[in-house]
């Protein structure tokens, strides 16, 4: 085992990290990880828990929820769903009851798993509906409201694991309020830029409800958050779809790395965000310089940490990603509007806030996009380009915008 794990360490260090979803921890980070509470237990909420030993668990767990509700100028939120979807989960399953209607963005359309039928919404016997997704992978607004006035749900969801722009929170709200549907934002990938203030802050712009990771461009342990301005209620359903719902113990030991990652994003959040945003436009023209399909030209490819491309001419997403990973450059396939399958789609899709965390700008993107280029369209030997993928990785070693 300690050898593979050693490979595995090896291998990262010397390939270049361009998965959407992730991120890497800081040392201080990491140094409030491997703690005591790795191993300890608590069910309920602070102060009132059916464990004993956690007379100082609940200081750090009130003062990282507070820390996020005074950010966030929220009424409620919640650390304790151990990831992205239990926080989903448990929020949708509060709002709602088996056979009620949602409106989502579809798999294709950029939705995550957690939202449709094979996911946690599927678990609830949740009838779904999806949004009408135009030529520029955004929401047809017209056709939404009319859906959302006609079918009554009970709430919709916005945002997913393909998110590269805002989406229509405020355009969306007063029909939702018509009919009584809550706006549930799903920010897992732009929690950081949000938090930051990149990416439009959907609380204020009328949603309900928060979802989130706390790993991908907010760099913090894995986990999940709930953050919302909402009824006490809802609040209280919530939390006991969350305990004793959904979870018993919440792994406390991510507490404390969660709070060391704020503090972090407080201090740095503004310039690691704003290079981010910077670079993954950069290497979106590079990349469509150098010849790729990069989806959503004609509205500048990104405003966020991603890229999308169209890869169907270079053999498509699941050829495409692993000729990539045999050259130490790691993406994933991902299913462009359109696709029917989500094994064998025609896109990949490229995040680049870890190698931005690593003090990437502008140029390393376009030395990046030569990578590409040289390994999808010029078809030179994938060794040679590994080479390089090392060489320039060797550079990027240390993490910034690090306490
Ligand atoms: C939009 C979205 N929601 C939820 C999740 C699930 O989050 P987690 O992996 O933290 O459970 C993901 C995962 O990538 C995601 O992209």
Excluded at 8 to 34: C, T
Excluded at 48 to 70: H, N, S
Excluded at 95 to 121: C, F, N, Q, R, V
Excluded at 376 to 390: G, Y
Aim: positive net charge; aromatic residues 8%.
């Amino acid at each position: 085992m300690l050898k593979i794990l050693k490979q595995h360490q090896d291998w990262r260090k010397q390939s270049l990290n361009l998965i959407a979803s992730e991120n890497i921890l800081s040392p201080a980070v990491r140094k409030a990880l491997d703690t005591d509470l790795l191993g300890r237990y608590a069910e309920g909420t602070a102060g009132k828990r059916f464990y004993q030993g956690l007379v100082f668990f609940d200081q750090m767990e009130q003062m990282t929820t507070q820390a996020f509700a005074d950010h966030f100028k929220a009424s409620f939120v919640d650390i304790r769903p151990i990831s992205g979807a239990v926080a989903n989960l448990a929020v949708f399953s509060a709002l709602t009851s088996p056979g009620d209607t949602i409106i989502t963005l579809g798999i294709d359309g950029g939705s995550h798993i957690s939202h449709e039928k094979m996911g946690a919404s599927g678990l609830l016997g949740l009838n779904i509906h999806h949004f009408d997704i135009d030529a520029n992978g955004q929401i047809d607004i017209k056709k939404a409201q009319e859906k959302i006035l006609e079918l009554k749900p009970k709430f919709i969801i916005l945002s997913g694991s393909v998110i590269l722009f805002p989406m229509p929170v405020k355009e969306l709200k007063e029909a939702c309020a018509k009919v009584g549907a809550k706006i549930v934002y799903d920010a897992a990938h732009v929690f950081g830029l949000i938090f930051s203030g990149y990416f439009q802050n959907p609380l204020s712009e009328g949603a309900d409800i928060i979802v989130a990771s706390t790993h991908k461009t907010f760099p913090g342990p894995q986990g999940g958050i709930i953050i919302g301005n909402i009824d006490p209620e809802l609040q209280k359903a919530i939390q006991r779809k969350i305990f004793p719902g959904i979870t018993s113990n919440h792994h406390l030991y991510r507490i404390p790395g969660l709070y060391t990652a704020f503090s972090e994003m407080k201090k740095y959040g503004k310039q690691y965000m704003g290079q981010t945003i910077k670079n993954a436009k950069a290497l979106a023209s590079a990349l469509e310089k150098n010849g790729f399909d990069v989806c959503y030209k004609q509205k500048g490819f990104t405003a966020s940490h991603q890229v999308l491309i169209n890869v169907a001419n270079c053999g498509g997403g699941t050829d495409v990603a692993k000729k990539l990973e045999d050259a130490n450059i790691i993406v994933n396939k991902n299913m462009i509007l359109g696709d029917k399958s989500a094994l064998n789609p025609s896109g990949i899709r490229i995040g680049v806030q870890e190698i931005t965390r690593m003090g990437a700008k502008e140029k390393e993107m376009k030395t990046i996009a030569n990578l590409f280029k040289q390994l999808l369209l010029d078809n030179i030997e994938i060794s040679k380009v590994k080479k390089q993928v090392v060489a320039f990785r060797r550079k990027y070693q240390k993490v910034k915008f690090s306490l």
